[in-house]
């Protein structure tokens, strides 16, 4: 490529000469990032196709100027540009020095590269920049393993990493210009928010969707990007079609419980064979495996694993009517909820539990060496069998795990139950999702 051709693409994509769309802000992944940019690190930024990690890259080169900034000094260089024919490192050098040339930039310059999984080697050019001085490095990512492994092998202690997730219930609220700052917003809005919780539940919380009015036809579009592009391609899959009744088989059962060998019979594809798969998946921000909790690090990798999707949209335009499955719905978004708050809480871990009489509990929070809570997600209790079979097992759980707090997040019910001495709380998933 020419310096004419790639300078062409870099005016496309900076703000030298215009504004950047940078949709609508995210505080507390802009605060993360603005944390970092104080720091001599380097910064990646990985999450699922799709969920918001360009717009985060566009307000933070946006945040720099209004801090003083030169537009000059800021690189942003999107690598999935179909323009760019080269998929080497000599793509990134040559980038690099054109921009030097045409800019000509004083002072500290800010590089941040878009999407970064599909250029080879490109973790040794950002690690030797990184080593140099020549510049701040922010990369994103679709691959969690990928980029965690690659820059984590040469920048060991000096790389932070920030995880995206699609929008959490407050900001899907936000983005559909409605903000709760009190429980007198929540009074006023009670309504609205339930009528929008459906819809979350319903389409998900891609932020383009939750703005589109054709969101069936945009998650259809992401969820084949997804698998093309971060699963089929990248790991260069030629067994597409027993891929495609993996993930068709996962998005349709989610916060089920599962094992390599069950689906073997199932799917008839070998164990071994789904295993990989199941990891490429996870890697590509497609799907989650959750782990059963034991003392034992055997007995958790032997035991079934339960799976959730990155969206409760994808997993609904690929399996089941919505209305067929609310409940797995509202513990998926229980699940992503979690692992958001794990991404801001690295201590945290997240299990389930389940004893030798079959008794379920769907989340264990754990922080260090102690069990901080126990979460049971029963979108209805209106059944007393079903009330006391959930009941039954929070109390088993907690006598167990040896803690007095537990949680009941159901449709519309709350209450306080003291049982045996301990104390279940049954909370509505919308008070819960905006932590009220």
Known sequence: MTKDEIIEILHDWNLWRKDLNVG?????????????????????????????????????????????????????????????????????????????????????????????QGIEKWEKWVGSMHELGKAKLIVSGSNAKLLSRELGTLLTGRHLDITVFTLSFREFLEFNKLIIRDKLDVIANRIE???????????GAFPEVALSEEKKELLLNYFEDLVNKDVLRR???????????????????????????????????????????????????????????????????????KVYAVDTGLSNVAGFRFSAKAGRLAENAVFLELKRRQAFRPEMELYYWKDIHHREVDFVIKEGMAVRQLIQVCWNMEDMKTRDRETRSLLKAMAELKTDEALIITEDEEAVQETEGRTIKVIPLWKWLLQL
């Open 193 to 203: 928010i339930s009528g929008l919780l459906n819809r979350y539940l319903e389409f």
């Open 235 to 305: 790991f260069q899959i030629r067994k597409t079609l027993e891929l495609r009744a993996l993930i068709k088989f996962y998005l349709s059962n989610t916060a089920t419980l599962t094992t390599f060998t069950s689906l073997e019979r199932f799917l008839k594809i070998s164990a071994s064979t789904i295993e990989k798969f199941s990891g490429y998946l996870e890697q590509a921000y497609l799907v989650f495996f959750l782990k059963r909790f034991s003392f034992k690090v055997r007995e958790q990798e032997k035991s079934p694993r």
């Open 24 to 116: 609508i802000p995210r505080p507390e992944y802009q605060d993360r990032v603005n944390r970092f940019l104080k720091t001599n690190l380097v910064l990646t930024i990985t999450g699922p196709r799709r969920a918001g990690k360009s717009v985060i890259m566009r307000q933070t080169a946006t945040a720099l100027t209004e801090k003083g900034v030169e537009k000059a000094n800021i690189l942003i260089v999107n690598l999935e540009d179909p323009r760019f024919t080269e998929q080497d490192v000599r793509l990134l050098t040559h980038i690099y020095e054109t921009y030097l040339s045409y800019l000509n930039p004083k002072g500290q310059i800010y590089v941040l590269l878009d999407e970064v």
